[in-house]
């Protein structure tokens, strides 16, 4: 799975496992990232991210598996580990009634950042951030996208080879999103390595490789190109409905088709490889009862691998 076996990976995970109490959260999970990747998570509400995020930056011990993180085993160093990364949580954990420089202090502190390099440390993520002239307001009264990038600020102070980053991106607007990422990807470029958990099927396609997780368990693992190759094996079409209420219902039961989902005003279908062309299909969603407008073939998008993969899990 690593695409540079010869180079020790940055994350090397063997079957974690976290239990709480009877309900496992992460079941098993391995997976290697290469240095300078970067590799997404990605999976629906609970399906153990943010566990497996938490296990990896050494602030949950797992109840079995191992995993070293720059080359450290974080059952056995934890804190060494959590010297070596750095971790932006899902809810930033910046301090809302501080100002920017005193957040920035704070985790400098942390991370046992003083003096000089303190100093050097702040102007560089100040400037990183985009947040000159304003470091004296309070971090509570910025836009969801400024703090985002000051948590991220927060999180890279110590210039950690590793990043850890949990749904950065919610709750900021697309333009600020792009931004981000072009930072994350210049980030990468230089060497660091960046595992992040996202929802959003557009920043999946900045990533090298996804791992695709429901249930705890890793459903599928490749590069987005490869799996929209090979993950689903299915043909899918795009249908025009004059009116698509109910029209899943009514598709359910025909030979053929395995499953369908609305994309906007159109409902994608997936069916089995060669049992329709575009024609056939619409002519079996008319014995179904549906009028169609027209029904093409379409070549799969991640959204849709996404969709047929965690829906057929078993
Ligand atoms: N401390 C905990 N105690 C009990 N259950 C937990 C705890 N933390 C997470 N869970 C459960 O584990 C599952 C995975 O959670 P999480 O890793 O936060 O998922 P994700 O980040 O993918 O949304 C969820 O069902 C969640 O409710
Ligand atoms: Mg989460």
Known sequence: MNPEPNIPPAIDVKGLTKRFGRFTAVDNISFRVAPGEIFGFLGPNGAGKSTTIRMLCGLLSPSAGAARVGGLDINREPEQVRARLGYMSQKFSLYRDLTVEEN???FGGIYGLAGGRLRDREAA???MA??????????????????????????????????FLDEPTSGVDPIS??????????????GTTVLVT????????????????????????????????????EDVFELALPNPAGARERL????????????????????RRGAFTGDTLRQAAARAGLAPDAAAAI????EDVFIRLVERRP
């Open 104 to 106: 920035i202090a704070f």
């Open 125 to 127: 993520v100040i400037a």
């Open 130 to 163: 985009g947040l000159a002239g304003l470091e004296g307001h309070l971090t509570g009264t910025l836009s969801g996208a400024l703090q985002q990038r000051l948590a991220l600020g927060c999180a890279l102070l110590h210039e950690p080879p590793i990043l």
């Open 177 to 190: 999103r792009r931004m981000f990422w072009d930072l994350i990807q210049g980030m990468a470029a230089q």
């Open 198 to 233: 996202t929802h959003f099927l557009d920043e999946a396609e900045f990533c090298g490789r996804i791992g695709v997780i429901a249930g705890g368990r890793l459903i599928a693992l490749d590069t987005p190109a490869a799996l929209k190759r090979n993950a689903i094996d």
């Open 252 to 271: 359910r039961d025909v030979d053929g088709i395995l499953a369908s989902a609305y994309f906007g005003q159109k409902l994608h279908v997936f069916c």
């Open 299 to 302: 070549p799969i998008r991640l």
